[in-house]
T-cell receptor, first 115, second 111 residues
Framework: DGGITQSPKYLFRKEGQNVTLSCEQNLNHDAMYWYRQDPGQGLRLIYYSQIVNDFQKGDIAEGYSVSREKKESFPLTVTSAQKNPTAFYLC??????????????FGNGTRLTVT | DQQVKQNSPSLSVQEGRISILNCDYTNSMFDYFLWYKKYPAEGPTFLISISSIKDKNEDGRFTVFLNKSAKHLSLHIVPSQPGDSAVYFCAAGGYGQNFVFGPGTRLSVLP
């Protein structure tokens, strides 16, 4: 059964600590994305990758980092430089990359709480 | 500056009636539009899409209408069911552009 797996579902961290959110897909999709959702706001793009070993900043990349060493995996690190890290983080993938009219498929998200 | 707007934060509809969710966009370069449904603590689920070469796309109870001149699209759900209660996001994209999402509309279908 193909899909996108995000882990963990809930994550708690102390302020000042880096934390890495996992995202794995077995859909054989080329493109992967990280979004952030805050209450009352749409999904905002953090980073995206259209091919292994390549990624680009989205609209709100500051305080985040990513890697794409394997096609299946696109982990997101929330660093201590991110001023408001508490949010719901969503990973997505698509069969074709940016601007190729291919719907995004989402994982079930990770709720990160930083205190 | 919001490129994709959903001006109704919430909508309540009686079961069996039609739900109409609206979405407006400002960027005329957008040419592909998506609707997603999202339950709490879950990821969005893709519902239906429409390309700018069409003005209507239908899939079962879901129909999306696109009015390019008005930069407006709408999602019709007929008949509405209690399981349709969720937050609905529209998203717009185009050549060389990542999808931009609206803030969402919370639909409540009342039994």
């Amino acid at each position: 059964d193909g899909g996108i797996t995000q882990s963990p579902k809930y994550l708690f961290r102390k302020e000042g600590q880096n934390v890495t959110l996992s995202c794995e897909q077995n859909l054989n999709h080329d493109a992967m994305y990280w979004y952030r959702q805050d209450p009352g706001q749409g999904l905002r793009l953090i980073y995206y990758s259209q091919i292994v070993n390549d990624f680009q900043k989205g609209d709100i990349a500051e305080g985040y980092s990513v890697s794409r060493e394997k096609k299946e995996s696109f982990p997101l690190t929330v660093t201590s430089a991110q001023k408001n890290p508490t949010a719901f983080y969503l990973c997505a993938s698509s069969s074709r990359g940016t601007g190729n009219n291919s719907p995004l498929h989402f994982g079930n998200g990770t709720r990160l709480t930083v205190t | 500056d919001q490129q994709v707007k959903q001006n109704s934060p919430s909508l309540s509809v009686q079961e069996g009636r039609i739900s109409i969710l609206n979405c407006d966009y400002t960027n005329s370069m957008f040419d592909y539009f998506l609707w997603y449904k999202k339950y709490p603590a879950e990821g969005p689920t893709f519902l239906i899409s429409i390309s700018s070469i069409k003005d209507k796309n239908e899939d079962g109870r879901f129909t999306v209408f696109l009015n390019k001149s008005a930069k407006h699209l709408s999602l019709h759900i007929v008949p509405s069911q209690p399981g349709d209660s969720a937050v609905y996001f529209c998203a717009a994209g185009g050549y060389g552009q990542n999808f931009v999402f609206g803030p969402g509309t919370r639909l409540s279908v009342l039994p």
